[in-house]
């Protein structure tokens, strides 16, 4: 990584960006937030929040309807070469030449004016770190989803860049290829490579971003270091409570806990959370309401509050 | 526009375009067409008359299958377009350092390309079932005059389409039709005389394979008329007319901005 990044030491910069698709509805509705050289920045949000269009308009594939945009000190709406020129982008849909794991990666290579010498260097070395050197003959469309998804990913480290945007890069991914993409992510940072990143995977965020932005209906909710957003809930835990048996009488006893706030599952067979400044308090609150309402309690657990938690009480407050 | 942006661009286009597939439809299938025609009705046609002279029906088919191979190279260019957005690479390769106008022109190198590989080794092909003398310079030069502007024309005009169309199968069935269409539809295989019925001869003189066709004979037996030059200029206005209508449709394909 070249890491010279000229006089800015920001290399995205965006101010109250929107955009629309349709000329009706923003999908991208007057968001603020930068980037800082170095550290890999998260963009949180629902299916439909407007990260994969705000990555649009920042690497140059869509011009912004308004607002004020710098990448790499410069505006994407005019200086789009010089920008795509130092930039990498990992798209969320998946793209593929019709052609073997190998020969894709070279043309890639090639098409980024990357001498054949350091092609084939940079091809062994991303080959072993993705592990694709059993399918390095393959061809493209006779991959696994997630095979597929690990080339992609690959094939952009075949060039150097300043910045680089991974949408879902991780999605599909079994977790041990997560965890290699990840930790090569954090060791090209710590040479000033600066890396926009979104993700569904809460965990992952929290251990690869020094920053998140947690979006919504194309507006950012919340937007800090991801220490700061959980100090909102200093001194909180999270009881998490799995009902067991019938679920029928649950949601009422929850609707009875007094001592925290409740969370119900995403869908049912997931655990019941509960955000508590008093553990102690809120557990034997729950068991004594158990016995009453006569609900089957599987397992209890407590633990410290996650970036999950705070995202959903983000994006809950924010509906 | 930086030309060695395009160049590059058509590179990685023929080589992510040399499978076996491709080969297929630019070498085996004209050379089946070549084969099997020339001998079967090389049989049943004596002479066919061709500007001042007259020449066997595989003399006559031999350069008709060159030109054939100019659509049979649009097809192949023009669609990349279509799987390059269909699979992803359109976004992907807008997204690294190119402009549009570059990958467009990209596309319109590699139908130059393709049209004279293919046409190139069909007349090889041709050259071993046929006694030719050599061609003339100027035989020559009216070959690859009217095989590149064949190739861009058909370039173009699948491009077009792949502009516009979105699913695999309008796209499919689009190509094959008017490949068909614009084959038979054309003197490659036979002349047009005057036992034509009308309908078709309009067919036959809108269809720009028609003049490629005659010019590239016209060429092989070095022998041009005033007719040939008149043929090469529609086919000049048709393919500037059809850059247009491509460019015109390429511009409105969404994504990407400078
Ligand atoms: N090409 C398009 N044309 C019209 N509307 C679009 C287009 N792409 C996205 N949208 C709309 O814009 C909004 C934001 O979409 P976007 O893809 O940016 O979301 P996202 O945050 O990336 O979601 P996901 O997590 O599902 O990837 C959505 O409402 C979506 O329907
Ligand atoms: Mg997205």
Known sequence: MSGVLGLTSFPIEVQDLKYTYDGRKYAVDGISFSVREGEVFGMLGRNGAGKTTTIRILSTLLKRSSGSVRVLGMDPSTAGNRIRKRIGVVLQDESFDFTTVEKALDVYGFIWGVSKSERDKKRESLLNTFELTDVRKKRMWDLSGGQKRRVQVAREFMHDMDLLFLDEPTSGLDPIARRNILNMIKDLTKDGLSVLFTTHNLEEADYLCQRVAIMNNGKILASDTIDALKTGYNGLKTVEVKIGGDQAGAESMFSKVSSGRVEPPFESGLPYRIVTENTQETMQEIIKLAVTESVQIEWLNVRAVSLEDVFISTIAGGA | ?258
Request: proline share 3%; aromatic share 12%.
């Open chain 2, 1 to 258: 526009m930086n030309i060695l942006n395009s160049y590059r661009l058509m590179i990685r286009n023929v080589r992510v375009n040399t499978d076996p597939g491709t080969l297929v439809f630019l070498v085996l299938m004209p050379t089946i067409y070549l084969v099997f025609m020339g001998y079967m009705f090389g049989t049943l046609i004596s002479q066919i008359p061709v500007g001042t002279t007259s020449i066997n029906y595989k003399e006559f088919l031999s350069p008709g299958i060159a030109a054939f191979e100019t659509a049979t190279a649009g097809i192949v260019a023009g669609g990349l377009l279509w799987s390059d957005r269909r699979y992803g690479m359109f976004e992907q390769i807008l997204s690294s350092p190119y402009t549009r106008a570059e990958y467009l022109f990209g596309i319109l190198l590699t139908t130059l390309v393709f049209g004279f590989i293919g046409s190139g080794i069909m007349m090889l092909v041709s050259e071993a079932f046929l006694d030719y003398t050599a061609i003339s310079l100027m035989g020559v030069g009216l070959i690859v005059v009217s095989i590149s502007l064949g190739s861009l024309f058909f370039g173009c005009m699948f491009l077009a389409i792949a502009a516009k169309v979105k699913s695999n199968q309008a796209y499919n069935s689009l190509t094959i039709l008017i490949i068909f269409l614009v084959d038979f539809a054309s003197t490659v295989f036979y002349p047009i005389t005057s036992a034509t019925p009308e309908a078709l001869k309009i067919l036959f003189y809108v269809n720009p394979l028609t003049y490629i066709a005659d010019v590239v004979r016209a060429g092989y037996i070095s022998t041009v008329t005033t007719t040939n030059l008149v043929e090469l200029l529609v086919t000049l206005i048709e393919t500037v007319v059809m850059v247009a209508i491509a460019v015109l449709l390429y511009r409105k394909v969404r994504v990407g901005v400078t």
